[in-house]
């Protein structure tokens, strides 16, 4: 880079876990749930799910890298002239580029007055901290996925490793969401809430899967 870049970065591991911990629990309760009696083998249903750990967990490191590698452009957020001659090369309206580029600063100006009430700082690009940050995001991430697993290599009882691994997910989100109150300084009772009702929103994707595909 030609010079320093500022943007949003992680703030050390409390973020890391904060993105990595639930992404993981999440992503692989919705997919034990899914496939735990679609009739697969044992080896077979833990391959896919090695195979779903490792690909999630790249490009989640991926994601959390660029994330803290930042963007050189902080007018991003405004209509550049080279924008608005290629709308007009669109052939809309002199007008109606003109309150686009108004709603886009109403934008940027209120996502500048929210980081500035927030305190969030920008700060410069360092490389051996965007690796870190991308290291224990994945860290984070596959501790996460592990859970509603564990259940699964410890029973080869599909049925009631499904039950357990359920109970350990539920209850594994209730302590994550006070972790996570307490860390960002919110209150527990909603978080705890939000969190129950994300779960519970995967269970019933994977039981309207689930139906459909028992009726395909």
């Known amino acids: 880079m030609t010079k320093q870049?500022?943007?949003?970065?992680?703030?050390?591991w409390r973020t890391d876990f904060l993105m990595g911990f639930p992404d993981g629990l999440l992503v692989i309760l919705f997919s034990t749930q899914l496939l735990c009696d679609k009739g697969l083998s044992v080896q077979d249903f833990y391959y896919i799910h090695f195979i779903i750990i490792a690909a999630?967990?790249?490009?989640?490191?991926?994601?959390?890298?660029?994330?803290?590698?930042?963007?050189?452009?902080?007018?991003?957020?405004?209509?550049?002239?080279?924008?608005?001659?290629?709308?007009?090369?669109?052939?809309?309206?002199?007008h109606m580029i003109t309150q686009i580029?108004?709603?886009?600063?109403?934008?940027?100006?209120?996502?500048e007055e929210m980081l500035e009430k927030e305190?969030?700082?920008?700060?410069?690009?360092?490389?051996?901290?965007?690796?870190?940050s991308a290291l224990f995001t994945g860290i984070f991430f596959i501790l996460g996925s592990a859970?509603?697993?564990?259940p699964f290599f410890m029973n080869e009882n599909f049925e009631e490793a499904a039950k357990a691994s359920l109970t350990i997910s539920m209850l594994s989100l209730l302590v994550f969401a006070?972790?996570?109150a307490r860390?960002?300084?919110?209150?527990?009772?909603?978080?705890?809430i939000r969190y129950v009702l994300v779960g519970g929103a995967i269970i019933l994707g994977v039981y309207i899967m689930s139906v459909a595909w028992a009726l395909r």
């Open 5 to 12: 870049e500022k943007a949003i970065r992680s703030t050390g």
């Open 56 to 94: 999630v967990t790249v490009l989640l490191m991926t994601t959390a890298f660029f994330a803290n590698r930042g963007n050189a452009d902080h007018d991003g957020g405004l209509l550049s002239p080279e924008e608005a001659q290629k709308l007009k090369k669109l052939n809309i309206a002199d």
């Open 101 to 111: 580029g108004e709603e886009m600063a109403s934008d940027q100006k209120k996502w």
């Open 119 to 132: 305190a969030v700082k920008e700060v410069h690009y360092h490389a051996p901290s965007a690796f870190r």
């Open 147 to 150: 859970l509603p697993l564990l």
């Open 178 to 180: 006070y972790l996570k």
């Open 183 to 192: 860390m960002t300084k919110q209150r527990p009772i909603p978080m705890a």
